[in-house]
Every structure is written in C-alpha cells, then in structure tokens.
C-alpha cells in the first residue's frame, strides 16, 4: 500500500495508490515489464475467465470462507460500543468468516478509541497482555474462523535511529522472539479445543525494510541495503521461531497459530528495486506469505482482465523468490490488503464488479490462502478536509469501506454480499434500524 509513514502519536494514515499516476509518483515507468518467470496475460485470462464470479458465484461462493476484512481505525461508528468490538461483530454479522485486527501497544488507542477504554493495559504492555485484554478477549470470542493479528516489533518505534524508525538492525530481536512465543502459547493453551486459526504478521514490509530511505528508494540508492535485509531476515526468523516453540509445547491444542511475512512492493522487483520478497524472503522460512497488493491492481484499467493478470503474476513473484519448502511445495500466499476507493475514484458498481472478479478469480484459480477486504468502516480522510475531527461524513472520506457513516453498503459490500446465498444474507445497522 502506498502509505505515509504511521506516528505513533497520531491517528493510522493509510494513503493508497491504485492508479498508474500514483506508480509515475513513485518514480515507477508506466508500463510493467513482466520478466520472463511469469505467465502470459493470454494464459492467465484462459484460466480465470470461467471463474469469474459475476458470470458464475459457484467458484466464488465456496472460496468465501476465506474472504475476511479488516477493522482499524476507521473515522466514524454507529454504535455506543466499544470499537473494536463493534467492528467485529459486525463483520461477523456481515457473514464473514475472517477478521483482520490491529494488535500494536502504541497504536491500539487511537486504532480503536471510540467508546474505550484501554487503561487496564498500562504504560508497556507485552502481547499477552494485549491478547487478555477483555476487548480482544471478547473479540476472540467470536465464531470466527481465523484472526489475522497485525504485530508491529515490540520496541517502541524511535524516529531518532539513523536507519529508520521500525527496527533496531543492531538487535538479535531476543524480546520479540520471546513475546511472540508467549502470545502463541497463550493462544493455543486458550483455545485447545477449538478449531481456529490465529495468523500473526508485520505490516506492509516494504514500507518497513525502506522506511526513512523512502525517496532514497525512489531515486534508485539504496542505503544500508545489507544491514536492513540482514535485519529484517534475523527479525522475522525470531518471530518464527517464537511461533515454533510455542507449537512445540502444545503439540495437542486444536488451534493453529501461524506467522506470515507481508509484502506491498512485490512488483518493484520487476525492476531490481530491492524489496522484502526479493532481498528478504530467500533467507527466511515462514509458515506464509501475505501480499498487500495494491501494486498488482495498479494496471490502470478498472477491469477484470487488469487485476486478475496483476494477482496472478504478483503470486509467481512471491514463488520465484521462496525458498523450497520442506517437502515440497509451494509457500502458502494470502491476499493480506486489497481494496478500493470507491468515492474518491468514483467507481461504478460495474467496475468495482470488474476488478474484484479478476482478483477473485485469480485467487481462486491459485487457491490463496486468504483474502482480506480493507476495510469495514473508511480510515482515509479526503484531500483538503480537515484531519483533527472526530468523526467523518460520507463526502469527506475516501471510500475503503462496507458500510458508509450513515449505515449503508457500499458498493464493495453489494457485490461480496451478492457472493452469498440469499439465506445467509445478514441485515445490515441500517436495515434492522
């Protein structure tokens, strides 16, 4: 996702590019030139055209259970509860089966602060700390399938570092090892007898190995390229081996706890620009790989053809550069972040249709392991308004979302909710109101 840097101080701001003028921005050419590792764009529309959903909801309706959407820090809510909770419940009764949540101690108050309170957590909570808090608690609750968890490194973020502020590079991530193995064992001592799926990750990787060398980036240098890939490597590896020895101590538990590597600039590497899948992920081992593909949709037609070719293509770029997994294999991919600005790109619902069949319809072919909606309230501000507001209106944001400020589904909703039997459509707040 093509974002500013988030302050841990202020409210998430997640700025998305979809459309070729962004890429130029970037110092990107207009024209992908795919490299010769990849299938041809024919081929691809061979394979996913008979699984487009809109002409056939068959494919699509029994891949639903892996559709899931993501709650953070939207600008508005419609309820008095607590907003996380509130989220959630609402994309369960949405007739979703998987939820995507923020899980970051510096963030999690401003993430979620309509109608909370987050004392109970204290000045320096650990991620087990965070997982027994009785808004997460209750949030786990639900009869979700699997909880994608978004966990930042656990240092606090240090803008004064020279390389950045994400990571300590100089670190053996020791802490971060031992935090994300307690978080795993909680989860799989908690939910022993229940079949449930916890996915622990970081967020966009990209924006993370560049962080404060991101017009360095741009401009084809690449500071401390080493350092920052050595370290990410060693950071990750921690995360996974935090999430091994806890799999090793409950070898009986029903859940699975489960750690995923996200990348947003697979692309980039088309390009020898450095990016996590190319540089990073031939070192590391990790249970998955998860892909905030913006730049796969990033084609400059609204139209299935453009995203189903992106996806596809996005997904052989993450295998070209996985290491062979033991056994065999390919590397399991979820589509971690995917979603469109419906008011501020005015899209119609024909080509919120188009896009979202080719992304379907490549993720089904390809049989992704996950595919994660942003997001079920907006969290991006239009140009120009004011951003010291509580809550936004309709006309103010951008339009990531499910449901708009006044209760109603978006054009995104429309066509996931048309994916469902007619018996297991939910009402809407807006319709039981």
């Not at 080493?226 to 009986?252: C, Y």
Request: contains cysteine; glycine residues 6%; aromatic residues 12%.
């Amino acid at each position: 996702m093509c974002t500013s840097l988030r302050s841990p101080t202020a409210a998430i701001s997640l700025f998305v590019c979809t459309t070729n003028t962004c890429l130029l921005a970037q110092g990107l050419p207009e024209e992908w030139t795919p490299p010769d590792y990849v299938t041809s764009p024919e081929e691809i529309l061979r394979k996913t055209e008979p699984l487009r959903p809109s002409n056939s909801k068959a494919p699509a309706r029994d891949f639903f259970d892996r559709i899931g959407v993501t709650h953070v820090s939207g600008k508005y809510h419609l309820t008095a509860e607590p907003f996380l909770l509130e989220g959630a419940e609402l994309i369960h009764r949405l007739g979703y089966r998987r939820l995507k949540l923020w899980f970051d101690p510096n963030k999690v108050r401003v993430a979620y602060g309509f109608n909370s309170d987050w004392s109970a957590l204290g000045d320096q909570p650990r991620l087990v700390d965070m997982a027994r808090h009785p808004y997460y608690d209750q949030a786990f609750a639900l009869p979700f399938d699997t909880f994608v968890l978004e966990v930042y490194p656990v240092d606090p973020p240090v803008p004064e570092r020279p390389e950045g502020k994400y990571l300590d590079l100089s670190s053996d991530f020791r802490e971060d090892e031992e935090q994300v193995r307690e978080l795993a064992d909680y989860l799989l001592k908690k939910f022993k007898d229940r079949d449930v799926t916890f996915i622990l990750q970081n967020w966009e990787g990209d924006w993370m190995l560049r962080d404060n060398a991101r017009q360095e980036w741009l401009s084809g240098e690449y500071p401390d390229l080493e350092k920052r890939v050595a370290g990410f490597a060693r950071w990750f590896e921690a995360r996974q081996n935090g999430v091994n020895r806890a799999r090793q101590d409950n070898p009986d538990s029903k859940c699975r706890v489960l750690h995923a590597v996200e990348a947003n600039r697979l692309l980039d590497s088309w390009h020898e620009v450095p990016t996590i899948a190319s540089h990073v992920l031939p070192r590391i081992n990790p249970d998955m790989f998860s892909w905030s593909c913006y730049d796969g949709l990033a084609r400059g037609k609204r139209s299935f053809e453009a995203s189903a070719v992106g996806l596809w293509q996005g997904w052989e770029t993450i295998q070209h550069y996985a290491r062979q997994r033991p056994g065999g294999g390919e590397i399991p991919v979820m589509i971690g972040e995917i979603g469109l600005p419906e008011q501020q790109a005015k899209l119609s619902a024909d080509e919120v249709a188009e896009i979202y069949d080719g992304a379907l319809a490549s993720s089904i072919a390809l049989d992704v392991d996950g595919f994660y909606l942003w997001q079920v309230y907006c969290n991006e501000i239009e140009d120009g308004v004011p951003k010291d507001r509580g809550t936004y209106t309709t006309d103010e944001l951008r339009g990531y979302w499910l449901l708009r400020p006044d209760g109603s589904p978006s054009l995104t909703q429309g066509y996931f909710s048309g994916l469902l039997p007619e018996s297991a459509k939910p009402e809407t707040p807006s319709q039981r109101d």
